[in-house]
């Protein structure tokens, strides 16, 4: 091991980092700061939670239906109580939005409004919490649009190009804090002897050869035309390239880090197995913009298979969305492949 790589003069811990980059904006108050400091002391006690939830008898489902039609994981509503708490009382949110609930969420009375709106996904990928299976956590900052009293719904339906921030936080052999306030793309990982996140992997750029290529295949038969003939090329069937490996987790934050880190591109593309969902089924505002905006400042790209994430203005609260996101010129293919598909007539994707 180099034990220089910890020489105590180069540790960097995520307040000193957050701190350093205020520094950058003399007109910062910093609000802001304090806002990702709380998010990442929410992650500390999440990342405590998940590790010893068979301790603590909080594996399982509750008996609650969220908004989206999905059964409520008991650390599901433990992550959303947790960010929520730590966020409701600072005088830095004039709202916030969960992806867990229908409607915004308002700060409580008695406690002052700030600037900034928060929107998240407490725990991205819970499916997998029974089965120790990576998971995460999402969230998205904005500036308020509205002037003063309560945000409102404005102030959340604004698109992925007006984050100020956005991040994530990731939960499995190690956590890591990922996020960017515009100015690149940092990762910090969590000593869990200290409790505090240290910064490990600061400007991070997608590499620029791709190695892996993430979807899940089991729907590969609701899938377009066009998505089957892009996978086909990026397996090296059409086109004569050679073929990426698969890799596929199954949770969003999972599949999406290691496509940040590793290269290559994640696609969750629109299909006809679920009439409910014709514009795909991720999360517009609270998964695919906080994640396209991280791509953008590290090199790559966000698509919904037609135009570009961050400018989809949203019209409500859990709208859906297809994602294709990654390397630049493998999103950039998928969307050439795509528009092959499109009908002239309705200007609508053709999904077999």
């Known amino acids: 091991m180099d034990n220089t790589r910890f020489n105590q003069s180069k540790i960097i811990t995520i307040e000193r980092h957050i701190l350093e980059e205020q520094q950058i904006h003399p007109e910062a108050t910093g609000a802001l700061t304090s806002i990702l400091y709380d998010l990442a002391l929410a992650g500390k006690f999440i990342a405590s939670q998940t590790t010893r939830a068979g301790l603590s008898e909080i594996l399982g489902a509750t008996e609650e239906i969220n908004i989206q039609g999905e059964t409520v994981m008991k650390l599901d509503q433990l992550a959303d ?3 929520f708490r730590l966020n409701d009382h600072t ?14 969420l308002p700060i ?5 409004v700030g600037k900034y709106v928060l929107l998240f996904d407490p725990l991205d990928g819970s499916s997998n919490i029974d089965y120790n299976a990576t998971i995460g956590t999402i969230f998205a900052i904005y500036r308020r649009l509205s002037a003063d009293g309560p945000g409102t719904l404005e102030d959340c339906l604004q698109p992925g190009s007006a984050l100020v921030t956005a991040g994530y936080m990731i939960y499995g052999s190690s ?3 990922v996020y960017s306030s515009g100015s690149g793309v940092h990762g910090f990982t969590l000593d869990p002897m200290i409790g505090e996140f240290l910064l490990t992997h600061p400007e991070i750029h997608i590499p ?6 993430s979807v899940n295949h089991g729907n590969e038969t609701f899938w377009s035309e066009g998505v089957i003939k892009f996978t086909h090329w990026l397996q090296g069937i059409d086109g004569g390239r050679k073929p990426l490996s698969l890799r596929y987790i199954g949770s969003l934050v999972g599949d999406f880090h290691r496509t940040l880190l590793s ?8 299909d006809s197995h ?10 517009l505002t609270y998964e695919a913009a906080p994640l396209a905006f991280i791509a953008h400042q ?18 409500s609260l859990h709208q859906r969305t297809a994602l294709y996101v990654g390397d630049r010129q493998l999103v950039e293919k998928a969307e050439e492949y795509i528009a092959t598909q499109i009908c002239p007539l309705t200007n609508s994707i053709f999904v077999l």
């Not at 620029?208 to 290529?213: A, E, F, L, Q, T």
Request: charge should be positive.
């Open 263 to 270: 290269g290559g591109i994640f696609y969750y593309p629109i």
């Open 108 to 112: 409580p009375a008695g406690f002052p």
């Open 274 to 283: 679920d009439p409910t969902q014709p514009h795909g089924k991720l999360r």
């Open 91 to 104: 005088g830095r949110i004039a709202v916030m939005a969960s992806e867990e609930h229908e409607h915004l």
């Open 175 to 177: 956590t890591m804090l």
């Open 81 to 83: 109580q947790t960010i």
């Open 298 to 315: 590290a090199g790559g790209y966000a698509s919904d298979g037609r135009h570009s994430i961050l400018n989809i203005h949203p019209t």
């Open 208 to 213: 620029v050869k791709p190695k892996y290529y």
